[in-house]
């Protein structure tokens, strides 16, 4: 089982920028077990949705409202996945969950939320 913990949240202004952090831990049996690492969002009323995810090999997808707004970068020796979010804008206020996917088992961290506010 894999342990994520995120740090990085916060309140942020418009037009600001935050950088999200989610370490894996726990029964790794090497950087490349973990395939897929990701940041998921939920805003209040909605559903879950994939926002930035990176694959061992650096394969990277991005949710279209991100693109251009958004990075997301993995450091596979320390099993560390970040998203730097600039240009926030209040749509973008949710819960950031991070999610890591090994061949048999997916894991998800506990959240950290972003709020964008002036």
């Known amino acids: 089982q894999v342990q994520l913990v995120e740090s990085g949240g916060g309140l942020v202004q418009p037009g600001g920028s935050l950088r999200l952090s989610c370490a894996a831990s726990?029964?790794?049996?090497?950087?490349?077990?973990?395939?897929?690492m990701g940041w998921f969002r939920q805003a209040p009323g909605k559903q879950r949705g994939l926002v930035a995810s990176?694959?061992?090999?650096?394969?990277?997808t991005y949710a279209d409202s991100v693109k251009g707004r958004f990075t997301i970068s993995r450091d596979n020796a320390k099993n560390t996945v970040y998203l730097q979010i600039n240009s926030l804008k209040p749509e973008d206020t949710a819960v950031y969950y991070c999610?890591?996917?090994?061949?048999?088992?997916?894991?998800w961290g506990q959240g950290t939320q972003v709020t964008v506010s002036s």
């Open positions: 990176i694959t061992f090999g650096g394969t990277t």
């Open positions: 726990g029964t790794i049996s090497s950087s490349s077990s973990i395939w897929f």
């Open positions: 999610n890591a996917r090994q061949t048999d088992a997916s894991s």
